[in-house]
């Protein structure tokens, strides 16, 4: 959530009249994150977010953002992307749609294209408690289940295939040492994709993405329990396994971030959550310390690739790349056990 583009502020005003979310108040660009240009819009009407896509195409775009809008109205917290009133959606017979189809959830602005979303509620919690994760595990289940009967279907631009593109050109920065373990754990992902196992992992949309600064939580009525209000920054989303998504989760949420060390009493909170929602089936159970390491290594490669490569942006910080080399190594090292499949009792979704 960098500053790649300006965008002035009548330009920001005229696009939120026109969405028919009232006169533009307060704009202000957000610091931190990589990849798009954000800023925060306040209307007389309500508080939401533009961002500008600096690197995914207009093609793209309807995935993410119909994705938000199918979550949302199957009452998973999301922020609800706003559609335009002028643009007509297509009609669609099955799941063709035209590839050039204009999108009424796809704006342009400064010459990119954009999207404007509701601002959820809340703050991001970096500290997170075992309470935090069981909250997350929740909706983290709950969207896995909301996204089956969603009618796209988009690869994760950021998976294997894109590892082993990307790996090559990371390559010649890193020592001997570092070099060694990204060549070993791309060839063991390689194989671990080619299994029968992995083919037999449930798959469907999954947010790529969730780590801690991407959920937001407030409290209980009682002001005693923090309660997640949404969870937001859906553009690294695609179709992938629901093993994998949570394997993201569980390298963030549920680690020493110091250290990368596994942090058993929020990884156990976290696990036991989720799973009583949507229980893992044995292939899962049996494959979450290799889709451990796989969430790592995207992570890594992913961040060596922001760090020596980067681009030009205000506010912009890359993250450190040396984290997800610790997560990766600690994750080799001592391998999380397979949770049991009598670990938590099924719950209504």
Known sequence: ?????????????????????????????????????????????GAYVLTLFERLGREQLPYYLCLMKHLAARGIPVPAPIADPAVTPPKVVGLERPADAPCELVHLVAGKPAAVVQRLSGRSELAPGATHCAELGRWLARMHLAGRDFDRVQPNLRGLAWWNATAPVVLPHLDESQAALLRGELAYQNHVAQSSAYAALPRGPVHADLFRDNAMFDTTADGEQPRLSGVFDFYFAGTDTWLFDLAVCLNDWAVDLPTGAHDPLRADALLAAYMGVR???????????????????????????????????????????????????????????????????????
């Open 279 to 349: 229980p893992l089936t044995g292939a899962e159970r049996a494959l979450l310390p290799a889709m451990l390491r796989a969430a790592a290594l995207r992570f890594w490669i992913s961040r060596l690739w922001d760090f020596h490569l980067p681009r030009e942006a205000s506010m912009l910080k890359a993250h450190d790349p040396t984290h997800f080399e610790r997560v990766l190594r600690e994750r080799a090292r001592q391998p999380l056990a397979a949770p049991s499949p009598s670990a938590t009792a099924p719950l209504a979704a």
């Open 1 to 45: 959530m960098a500053v790649y583009t300006d965008v002035g502020f009548d330009e920001a005003d005229a696009l939120v009249q026109r969405l028919g979310l009232g006169a533009l108040r307060e704009f202000e660009g957000i610091q931190g994150g990589i990849e798009n240009t954000n800023y925060f819009a306040t209307t007389d009407q």
